[in-house]
């Protein structure tokens, strides 16, 4: 019987869930879509990346003037604007995003800069192969102003998180932190731009690690190694 059309085969899946060993990295194929509603750096991130940028094939955004796209569109990648405003619900909303992605046989997803909610039917799709960067040390600051929140607490060290997504908002798993110091003369500008030269490298080494099998998800811990795991 012939398999759906954007449905991933099993070995896809056993790949991306280290659950198989990896003969080489240089044989991984991994589809990668980016979801983004801003200027789209942490896309070009992954783009400009020498491993990652060739698995990036889509690049969607709930913003059709966003950047990214742009960014997209500059290295021929596929590049989709989902208006919110089209449909009912974040439910309906969230179910299309789900169809483009399975339309395209997406086997990974990255957040970068993607300011919507994730919904249950986008986590249920894509267990455990789902990151997202954040501007923060999670657990704290989570939401979207976690460099104006960890300005005004007056905390002296913040950072960048890239996790696995749930269904709770900035609480999957960590797969990296990176921590950064709050300087005394701080503007919310000066420290963000230290925190996306950060986010510009976890990101891809995150993705890379995910679409090479090397995450080992252990409850809320995750472990980095060096070669996928039998």
């Not at 990346?49 to 742009?70: E, K």
């Not at 230290?194 to 252990?218: D, F, K, M």
């Amino acid at each position: 019987m012939a398999r759906p059309k954007g449905t991933a085969t099993p070995a896809a899946v056993a790949r991306l869930t280290v659950r198989r060993t990896l003969p080489s990295v240089r044989d991984v194929t991994a589809r990668v879509a980016v979801l983004a509603s801003g200027a789209g750096t942490n896309l070009q991130a992954l783009l400009d990346d020498a491993v990652v940028g060739p698995w990036v094939v889509l690049a969607i955004s709930d913003r059709a003037g966003a950047g990214a796209l742009d960014r997209a569109r500059g290295r021929s990648v596929e590049a989709v604007h989902i208006d919110p405003g089209a449909f009912g619900d974040r439910a309906a909303f969230d179910h299309a995003l789900v169809e483009i992605l399975r339309d395209r046989a997406i086997d990974l997803v990255a957040l970068a800069g993607y300011m919507r909610i994730v919904g249950p039917e986008l986590v249920g799709a894509f267990p455990d192969r789902i990151l997202n960067v954040h501007p923060g040390l999670l657990p704290a600051f989570p939401g979207t102003s976690a460099v104006a929140d960890a300005l005004a607490w007056g905390v002296k060290v913040t950072g960048v998180t890239v996790h696995l997504v749930d269904e709770e908002v900035d609480h999957g798993p960590v797969v990296f932190q990176e921590a950064i110091e709050v300087r005394p003369d701080d503007t919310r500008d000066a420290l963000e731009e230290r925190i996306h030269e950060v986010e510009h490298r976890l990101l891809p080494s995150a993705v890379r690690a995910l679409g090479e099998g090397r995450l080992v998800v252990e409850g809320r811990i995750v472990r980095v190694v060096q070669a996928a795991p039998r």
